[in-house]
């Protein structure tokens, strides 16, 4: 990783704050999760520039902090759900002052290149905004939003890359709306897809429905942006693609428990489950039924 980029471990080490569980090694599209845990104690840290939107939501007790950026000086409280947002390319400087309190603050990491992505997709003009500074405020739906990719985080994906990337579009957007000079949406250069294009997704997605399946993925079918995807989709059928795959899923897994003596964890693994549990808990979602109450 070259010098200029975020290290995120490197950034936890500079606030002192030992990393407790990070999406490092799952992969996760054009975004970086972890969770600190930071010590009773005060820290003084000034960080260069970093090469990626920045998002910290504050977990934990109530913390004195000082930050520092463009030669602004903001004084605050933080509290349970309170947001700090760094736009790429900015320094910045912390300082806590106050030793004796404790907190779990999550931190996000967005690739530049997925914050044009989703603005062009969402026919948002990338061209023309900039991300604004965020010193600490509340914001319930970015809270929750963070609250549910934590929840990802700590399952070790077990809803898998579909439901991260669905995720991870969701707080984007809500970013762009709520974070940046943006104006008003661009024109749309393509709002539809066509029925040969709908099928081969569709096709796509029961041929391998045993996959950990990403947007990605699903929009290379059809030669599109992975955000144009999942917006058309919708737009189509309904519902989101992640939506469909779990239904496909779970509609797969009751016909083999009604027609075949397979093992309910073999059957949760042959329609891409993660594992028994989770095909449970989706299918009582859908049914209102357990897997053995309908075998």
């Known amino acids: 990783m070259a010098s200029h980029q975020l290290n995120s471990l490197e950034l936890s080490q500079r606030f002192k704050k030992p990393l407790m569980i990070s999406s490092r090694q799952m992969n996760w599209n054009g975004i970086l999760v972890e969770q600190c845990q930071s010590p009773a104690s005060t820290y003084e840290v000034e960080l260069p520039a970093l090469s990626d939107h920045w998002l910290s939501l504050h977990l934990g007790n109530p913390t004195h902090i000082i930050q520092k950026r463009d030669d602004r000086q903001h004084e605050s409280i933080l509290q349970e759900g309170d947001n700090l947002f760094i736009p790429a390319g900015q320094p910045s400087y912390w300082c806590q002052d106050k030793s004796g309190i404790t907190c779990s603050p999550l931190f996000i990491c967005l690739k530049p290149e997925l914050i044009q992505q989703v603005a062009e997709a969402s026919d948002m003009d990338s061209s023309r905004f900039e991300f604004i500074h965020c010193f600490g405020q509340q914001d319930l739906q970015l809270h929750q939003i963070g609250m549910l990719i934590l929840a990802e985080l700590r399952s ?10 669905s995720l991870t579009q969701i707080l984007v957007i809500h970013l762009l709306r709520n974070y940046s000079n943006l ?14 294009q709908l099928q081969q997704a569709i096709d796509y997605i029961h041929a391998y429905l045993d996959r950990d399946l990403s947007l990605s993925e699903l929009a290379g079918v059809v030669n599109i942006s992975p955000t144009y995807f999942a917006s ?15 239904r496909q899923r779970v509609e797969q897994a009751k016909l083999m428990l009604l027609k075949t003596d397979l093992a309910i964890a073999d059957i949760a693994l042959q329609v891409g489950f993660s594992s ?13 039924m357990t897997p053995k109450q309908v075998r």
């Open 156 to 165: 070790h994906g077990m809803m898998g890359k579909l439901y991260v990337e």
């Open 183 to 196: 104006t008003k949406p661009i024109a749309s250069q393509n709002n539809s897809f066509t029925r040969i």
């Open 232 to 246: 058309l989709f919708k737009q189509e059928m309904g519902i989101s693609p992640h939506q469909y795959v779990i």
């Open 276 to 288: 028994q549990s989770h095909l449970t808990q989706q299918f009582k979602r859908f049914t209102g």
